[in-house]
């Protein structure tokens, strides 16, 4: 009768500590250099959680975020307006991947603080230069035919404006979070504006906000027929009443402050209204003393969210830069990225979707072996627009102007992996 020869004893916490160090050394691409023999207690050792029953289904109604995610929240600085109602909340970009932003962390402008409105009492109205002045309740508006769901991003036309003259705050979420990207619900503009019957004179709407600020913006009336939403949902549930519950206007690519929150009425008219938003508010002014005003678009941008003062890097080895870029001149077809400053340029690549007037997301993978770097980007349109450098914006414009600041913005990366805002013309 034979014998089997009996198998060698294995050290289980050895074994375990020994595939553990091999498993993220191929997991990042290198091999450790050394094995430990001290076995690590986050494989060997039944973790807390798994020994007891969890929260059960509803503990949360409406969700929550982990405790362990401290970082994912609005913020505000409490300097930069005489009040909160009116100023805004920046979104944690750094915090954030992918291009659609949770509705919970989209940045906030407010210009007479929040509306509380009941939908069943709201009212919007198409009046002026038509043939048929036209009143409607929410339910109307969700009975029009021509429903439509389209992802686009919202920008604040004084996002980055602090850094006209110099590097100012430090973290992407205040240099450049007055930004949000979400999927809209709602019906386009022009099938109201069909339905009233726009006179031949009409050139202009005014859409007006029911805020206490009675926020007012004109826009000319071929951007009101070509791509405008009138919209009651974001990512798909109804707005937030910071974000003008029940009822938005939509208006692809163009500043933030015309987007009218809590909308209850367009005017139809030959011309525009010169309100104070579009006066005193929200005009680019020049060296000379001269001020660009209707400024619409906002043109190509980019920011490198991690990493960012807000998102040092960890370690050396395998690192990706992450960022996010956007135009409302159209989509977004290459970003570059720089490690040293400008001196040379890498094509990043693009992930998930890339969508005309909407944030599109980039990647470039690198090694870092502790060198200090300065990282910036760069992005290109398809209508072949190159997001300038501040310098080059400021031959034009000069330092005296708040809005419309998509220059290339740079981090300094020190050797211990911290981020500062600099400024590399």
């Known amino acids: 009768m034979s014998q089997t020869k009996p198998e060698p004893r294995v050290d289980r ?47 949360h109604p409406y969700g929550t975020p982990s405790p362990f995610e401290k970082d994912v929240v609005r913020r505000e600085v409490t300097w930069l307006t005489a009040s909160s109602e009116s100023s805004v909340s920046f979104t944690p970009l750094y915090a954030l991947d992918g291009i659609i932003t949770p509705n919970g962390l989209c940045f906030v402008r407010h210009h007479g603080g929040e509306a509380e409105i009941d939908p069943a009492r709201h009212r919007f109205m198409i009046h002026g230069l038509v043939a048929k002045p036209l009143v409607f309740t929410m339910e109307d508006i969700k009975r029009m035919p021509g429903r439509t769901n389209r992802v686009y991003f919202l920008e604040c036309a004084a996002n980055s404006g602090m850094e006209w003259r110099g590097a100012q705050l430090n973290g992407c979420q205040y240099t450049h979070g007055m930004i949000h990207n979400v999927v809209y619900t709602g019906v386009p503009l022009r099938a109201f504006l069909e339905a009233a019957g726009v006179k031949p004179k009409g050139k202009w709407v005014l859409a007006e906000g029911a805020d206490a600020s009675a926020m007012t913006r004109s826009i000319p009336i071929e951007k009101a027929m070509d791509d405008c939403l009138v919209a009651w949902a974001m990512n798909g549930e109804a707005l937030r009443p910071e974000q003008g519950y029940p009822l938005r206007l939509v208006v692809p690519g163009w500043e933030g402050n015309m987007w009218i929150k809590w909308l209850r009425r367009i005017e139809v008219g030959d011309q525009p209204w010169g309100q104070r938003e579009e006066t005193s508010k929200y005009t680019d002014l020049l060296a000379d003393g001269r001020s660009r005003r209707f400024t619409f678009i906002m043109d190509a941008k980019s920011v490198v969210t991690n990493p960012s003062p807000q998102a040092p890097l960890r370690a050396k080895g395998p690192n990706v830069v992450s960022g996010v870029a956007w135009s409302g001149r159209g989509t977004i077809t290459r970003v570059d990225v720089t490690l040293d400053g400008g001196k040379n340029w890498t094509t990043a690549r693009i992930e998930g979707p890339a969508l005309p007037r909407a944030m599109t997301r980039f990647y470039l993978d690198f090694d870092w072996n502790g060198e200090e770097l300065l990282l910036q980007s760069r992005a290109m349109d398809d209508t072949g627009y190159l997001q300038p450098t501040k310098a080059e914006l400021r031959a034009v414009r000069g330092q005296n102007s708040i809005y419309h600041n998509n220059g290339i913005q740079t981090w300094l990366v020190r050797s211990n992996g911290e981020a500062e805002n600099v400024e590399v013309s």
């Open 13 to 59: 916490r050895r074994f375990l500590t020994l595939a553990g160090l091999a498993g993220a050394g191929a997991a990042a691409g290198v091999r450790p250099a050394a094995a430990e023999t001290t076995p690590d207690p986050n494989i060997v050792n039944i973790p807390e959680w798994t020994q007891s029953l969890g929260a059960g289904v509803n503990n």
